[in-house]
């Protein structure tokens, strides 16, 4: 450290994300030790964050309903699971992607926001009932590995099933009346199943079924929204989505507050409904319009004609439907009842064809690009503003690393507008391809996509470690393209759960860092890219880039 | 430094120093009844099993040598705690599916093992142990930059208006306990920074 460099406490501003002086950003612009202590400051922070504060060892527990709490930054140990992915946070619990150090397997933490003491009995009732969960092994449910407290906090492990929901699976789109009833008759034996064993689910909507990736149906948050206050998504009153909802929850006084087996019924059928009308069976525009029409029972079962449905299952569908939970059929029966009209109705309609698309997470994936002319601001201070590949449109890559071959990716950059861009894939067989991005002036981000706005590619094999760069400038000649990379050289591997980003000639690890992590795992791969953004740097005015593991469809991590 | 935890080790192996050994368990004792409540030891059970762990460091400190290797005395005490809470499983039997998974899983226990749960608690304890220290001996306007700022991560100009000092200020008193903090955290053989 020269004498010219400044004291910790002048780093400090912009290791903590504050704008630090003009002098002390000139200086880290030029100086590497610096750099070197402002991120050595960062990590000492997030360490005294991540281990200090409200997460101590002695502390008495407190009962604090439903504080909000932060979400816990990736290599955060709960208990033995290490948090690699944040998958989003409920009204009432976060849900994060972790891994079990021990059985290394894919899983699902849900750590409900609502601390509570010893002694509590609502965390009592809590844990039975999902002890009770962990009990219940069918292939149909997403299974319950464990129950525990994390720092007073209710949590639960299940296995980690990638897939879709039936709501971003069909939203938009028609289903044929066979897929639906299969697909029904399938969820139908799994309640049969639970209800055996004494559990109710008590909210089954489309946005409770999964579809895994032998494209059958998986029922899930069994159970638990009779717990909503500790796991569940406040949807509506009383829990439960409005426009599925049974008419006997929403009816007046005198009836209990959850749904009984009689409610998963209607559940199904409202599902079934929904598959074949393409609408809910109280749909509004408001919440309080679908209550309105829940406790009218008021269906449209003519939407049911309009789409072609057969008579037979437009029976069933309206018996799961009635308004009287006695009047419906019991799960087991609706099941046999969805599997004998499918069974006769093929011999008839042979030719109808199913839909077996297999389905995989749809991943986004946006790698940002510097658009100013402006001297680039000092690293500390742009660290959080990078968005990462995204799924859905909005969670971060590390939640879909290692991306899996059908995976569907789309690739974004911003940029400037007269700017060019060119896009080049190295794939893990080390093999160079130059794709040319598409303009997408959406709203007020002038960017780059590819293949198109809105549209996705597949991830196709080899499989190994994959980079993508985004280089702003002139397209060059392919000779000189090829010169920059390692042709032939297959991207070294990287850990399951990370990956790296170029961002201004920097390199970084990406994911939990230090715990899951050696250095050695990942830094061939670092070094191959940095290379490559050297010799890249020779043509074009900027180059950012992402590198990240690619696994086969059917390995597991 | 003439306090280190090095000496506090060294004190607590000689026998007679009261003062030490009470420090030491207040340190440790917390760590230890988290860390076997962990194992799925129930809460009761616990207070035995540290209590067992307790009567064997007295004699196992008196062959444990110091060094400046990182980690070196979290990893021994894990052992000794393993070993301890082994053998209160074998003793207790297969009573209990949680012991029982626990008495086969590890039969013998290496030199380098460790484990991922026991190292967070640990440094959670001593990073606990450290700021507490920190926090007691430091003005509250002090404290209340570091905290606010570093631990909380609030905008340095709110606290700079709250305490009365000036934003610059937050960040030197901020800089200040991080370094102390850091130093402590050095004495425990538990570097601030994991990298």
Not at chain 2, 86 to 109: C, K, Y
Request: aromatic letters at 6%; one cysteine or more.
């Amino acid at each position: 450290m020269n004498p010219a460099c400044p004291p910790d406490d002048q780093l400090l501003a912009l290791a903590t994300d504050e704008p630090g002086s003009d002098a002390v950003c000139e200086h880290i612009d030029q100086c590497a030790d610096c750099r070197m202590r402002v991120k050595l400051l960062r990590g000492e922070i997030a360490e005294l964050r991540s281990l200090s504060g409200p997460h101590t060892v002695s502390l008495p527990k407190t009962v604090i309903a439903g504080s909000p709490t932060a979400s816990l930054p990736s290599g955060t140990a709960i208990d033995r699971y290490h948090i690699v992915g944040d998958l989003g946070s409920g009204g009432q619990a976060d849900v994060y992607r972790v891994i079990d150090p021990e059985l290394h397997r894919d899983l699902v933490l849900k750590l409900s926001h609502r601390q509570s003491a010893e002694g509590d009995q609502f965390r009592d009732a809590l844990l039975a009932e999902a002890r009770l969960l962990a009990g219940l092994d069918h292939p149909g449910l997403v299974r319950v590995f464990n129950v525990g407290l994390y720092e007073g906090r209710p949590y639960l492990v299940l296995d980690h099933v990638p897939g879709r929901n039936l709501e971003q699976t069909f939203t938009g789109k028609s289903t044929s009346v066979r897929e639906a009833a299969r697909l029904i008759a399938e969820v139908a034996r799994v309640v049969a199943y639970a209800h055996r064993h004494g559990v109710v689910h008590g909210d089954i909507t489309p946005r409770n079924i999964l579809i895994d990736s032998q494209n059958h149906p998986r029922l899930i948050d069994f159970g638990l929204s009779k717990f909503e206050n500790a796991w569940g998504e406040s949807r509506g009153p009383r829990g439960g989505t409005p426009e599925f909802l049974p008419p006997e929850i929403v009816a007046d006084a005198g009836l209990p507050p959850n749904s009984g087996p009689a409610g998963d019924v209607f559940g199904l059928g409202a599902t079934l409904y929904w598959l074949l009308a393409g609408q809910p069976p109280f749909a509004a525009s408001t919440a309080l319009g679908a209550i309105a029409r829940a406790r009218r029972c008021d269906i449209d079962f003519d939407a049911l004609k309009r789409s072609g449905v057969p008579a037979r299952v437009e029976r069933i569908c309206r018996q799961a439907l009635a308004a009287h939970p006695h009047d419906r059929p019991t799960a087991e029966a609706l099941a046999d009842a969805l599997e004998r009209a499918s069974r006769s109705w093929i011999t008839r309609r042979r030719a109808f064809g199913g839909l077996a698309t297999i389905l995989a997470i749809v991943a986004l994936f946006s790698i940002w690009s510097e658009i100013t002319e402006q001297p680039p601001p000092p690293p500390a201070s742009v660290v959080h503003s990078i968005p990462k590949l995204t799924i859905d449109g909005t969670r971060n890559i590390s939640n879909v690393v290692p991306l899996r071959t059908g995976d569907r990716i789309a690739v974004s950059c911003n940029i400037s507008q007269g700017e060019q861009a060119i896009m080049v894939w190295f794939n893990a067989a080390g093999q160079l391809k130059q794709f040319s991005p598409v303009r997408d002036v959406a709203a007020n981000i002038d960017r780059m996509v590819y293949p198109a706005p809105h549209e996705e590619i597949p991830l196709t094999a080899p499989e190994g470690t994959d980079m993508i760069f985004f280089c702003r400038g002139q397209p060059i000649s392919e000779s000189d393209l090829n010169a920059c990379f390692p042709v032939g050289d297959p991207p070294p591997p990287l850990p399951a759960h990370n990956y790296l980003e170029l961002l201004r000639g920097e390199v970084t690890l990406q994911g939990p860092h230090d715990k899951l992590a050696s250095r050695s795992e990942f830094n061939p791969a670092e070094t191959m890219m940095k290379n490559i953004n050297r010799s890249l740097m020779k043509h074009f005015q900027s180059v950012t880039g992402i590198a990240f593991p690619h696994r086969r469809a059917d390995e597991s991590d | 430094m003439p306090d280190t935890r090095v000496s506090l080790i060294e004190r607590v192996r000689n026998q007679d120093d009261s003062v030490a050994w009470a420090e030491f368990f207040a340190i440790y004792r917390p760590l230890l009844v988290a860390y076997v409540r962990h194992r799925g030891v129930s809460e009761h059970d616990a207070a035995d099993v540290v209590q067992e762990v307790f009567s064997r460091l007295v004699p196992a400190l008196a062959n444990f040598q110091f060094d400046q290797q990182r980690g070196r005395f979290r990893s021994w005490l894990w052992r000794v705690t393993h070993n301890a809470l082994a053998d209160w499983g074998r003793r207790r039997g297969t009573r209990d599916r949680a012991e029982r998974a626990w008495v086969d899983q590890r039969p013998v226990v290496e030199e380098s093992e460790s484990d991922v749960a026991w190292d967070e608690l640990y440094r959670r304890r001593i990073l606990e142990v450290v700021t507490e220290r920190v926090r007691a001996t430091t003005q509250p306007v002090t404290w209340a930059c570091f905290e606010g700022r570093i631990l909380a991560g609030r905008p340095a100009a709110q606290i700079a208006a709250e305490t009365g000092v000036s934003v610059n200020a937050v960040y030197v008193n901020a800089s200040r306990l991080l370094s102390r903090i850091r130093e402590e955290c050095e004495s425990f053989q538990e570097p601030l920074s994991v990298s």
